[in-house]
């Protein structure tokens, strides 16, 4: 028996994807790009004065060729992360332009030299099987800054990516940096190393970038991850099935629109939906209604047969406080209990505004914590207690018992130093303190995963001409053979 979190029964879920559909068909979607448009029109999708209405049986034809399960895999080309089914994994947040300073205790805008940091902090961290490319650095300039940041995530991690692009002319580069860390468009068809977040703006309708990037990714056979972001009582009906159900319409198109462009390139049920709080007019990113709308249409997706994508662990807190401990911690037990495929947001602050790198290792004890629990309890062992208590008479207690001793580990989460189960109490030392030495302690043990000379040099030629263009002196960040370019 393995614990779950359910929302929806099958019909709640049929009377979802029924709207949804009626949404596309009636109402439609606004597409910006006209290139998109010819594709969708090739499928026969009409569209008037930019929007597209879309037949059912078309949603159904683009449904067929999905891939119910696909892999990213490491640098070394080794499988590292499984779309689809049950499976969970975590990764950090995206596109922070700020992160906590740990000894101000107060956010600044972030440097390169803060995105290494974090990746090689997520390089040492298990409970993380991907990484990000999680902070904006302002010492980059904002025409590669998306570049810029998945040139410093693969510079410094061997761990498959979650990414994503602002524009189509950036998209194009940052495929071309994986064709050169890959060795070719082959290779990285067969071993994706990188999966790119495309979002629509709600409700209904994909700008020109978002829906071309739907386009391009599909035809470089790179995995696209769809994060439709309903703003439940703002941008999005104020009942949590009402915004599932335009998550549902907003997902489905791009799934079209993808389809339609490469039938059978591997794409995800992802999104990021929120609630809208009426009395502060923010976007709290904690709240449990937010972690509901997430595992919702999460249950969705995985009805149609698809992988699936969340947007959890984040707080709304602006401090490493007992607030960012709750909220973070019941997401991650709700996401893990859910079964969605990849959790994004864990280490973020202040509704995902901050990052912070004692709050990585904070919420990977969370994950920890919360995938214990996903892994239910054992009752398949012959005996259960009688043996135990039969030989414990004997013995004088459990704690002596051979049995104890080579079960323990698999039946105990073991957290790290973190957390703090110590007897007595220890002078000064706070949540903070310990969370700090333990990210110092982390990244002293860091080491630079083998990346090929070659390989080096191809990535710094494709980025080197569009960093000269927009005048970025220098390689912020970048270590070759242990020395600052």
Same mark, same amino acid.
């Given at each position: ?218 035809? &470089?056979? =790179?995995? +696209? ?7 439940? @009582? %703002?941008?999005?009906?104020? !009942? *949590? /099935? ?89 997401? &991650?037990? =709700?996401? +893990? ?7 994004? @947001? %864990?280490?973020?602050?202040? !509704? *995902? /505004? ?89 990244? &002293? ?41």
């Amino acid at each position: 028996m393995k614990p779950v979190v359910q929302l929806l029964n099958q019909t709640a879920i049929s009377r979802i994807l029924s709207e949804a559909l009626q949404l596309l068909q009636i109402h439609g979607v606004k597409v910006r790009a006209p290139e998109v448009i010819e594709v969708l029109q090739s499928v026969g999708v009409q569209t008037t004065d930019g929007v597209a209405r879309i037949p059912e049986h078309v949603v159904e034809k683009a449904l067929e060729s999905v891939p119910a399960q696909f892999r990213l895999f490491d640098r070394a080309g080794n499988p590292a992360v499984q779309y689809g089914g049950d499976e969970v994994h975590f990764d950090p947040g995206s596109s922070c332009l700020n992160i906590l300073d740990a000894d101000a205790e107060e956010p600044r805008l972030a440097q390169a030299n803060d995105l290494v940091r974090l990746v090689q902090l997520t390089e040492t961290l298990p409970q993380f099987a991907a990484q990000s490319t999680a902070l904006t650095c302002d010492d980059a300039p904002k025409e590669i800054g998306d570049i810029y940041r998945l040139l410093l995530v693969l510079w410094y991690s061997q761990k498959p990516v979650v990414t994503g692009a602002f524009s189509a002319e950036t998209l194009r580069v940052m495929l071309d940096l994986l064709r050169a860390e890959s060795g070719g468009q082959e290779a990285l068809r067969r071993h994706p190393r990188a999966v790119f977040d495309v979002c629509p703006s709600p409700p209904l309708n994909w700008g020109e970038f978002g829906a071309v990037n739907l386009v391009d990714l599909a035809r &470089a056979w =790179v995995p +696209a991850e769809l994060i439709s972001m309903p703003l439940a @009582g %703002a941008a999005a009906p104020v !009942t *949590l /099935a009402g915004s599932v159900v335009q998550h549902a319409a907003e997902s489905l198109s791009g799934i079209v629109i993808h389809q339609a462009a490469q039938p059978g390139a591997p794409i995800v049920w992802g999104g990021a939906p929120a609630i809208f709080d009426m009395r502060t007019g923010t976007t709290p990113m904690g709240a449990i209604e937010t972690a509901m709308l997430n595992a919702a249409c999460a249950e969705v997706g995985k009805s149609l047969g698809l992988p699936t994508h969340g947007y959890l662990i984040g707080s709304d807190s602006k401090a490493l406080d007992a607030q960012a401990g709750m909220e973070s911690g019941m997401a &991650a037990v =709700v996401g +893990a209990l859910s079964g969605i495929n990849m959790i994004s @947001g %864990a280490g973020m602050l202040e !509704t *995902l /505004a901050c990052h912070s790198l004692e709050k990585l290792v904070l919420d990977a004890e969370s994950i920890d914590s919360a995938q214990r629990l996903a892994r239910g309890v054992n009752a398949k062992a012959p005996s259960l207690a009688v043996e135990m208590f039969a030989e414990s008479f004997a013995k004088g207690g459990f704690l002596k018992l051979e049995s104890t001793r080579q079960l323990f580990q698999s039946e105990q989460h073991l957290p790290s130093t973190v957390i703090d189960r110590e007897p007595l109490r220890v002078p000064g030392e706070t949540f903070v303190s310990r969370a700090h030495a333990r990210v110092e302690e982390l990244l &002293a043990s860091y080491e630079r995963p083998p990346l090929d000379r070659v390989a080096e040099d191809r990535m710094l030629v494709v980025v080197e001409k569009h960093a000269r263009a927009a005048g970025l002196e220098g390689w912020p960040g970048i270590k070759k053979s242990g020395v600052l370019r």
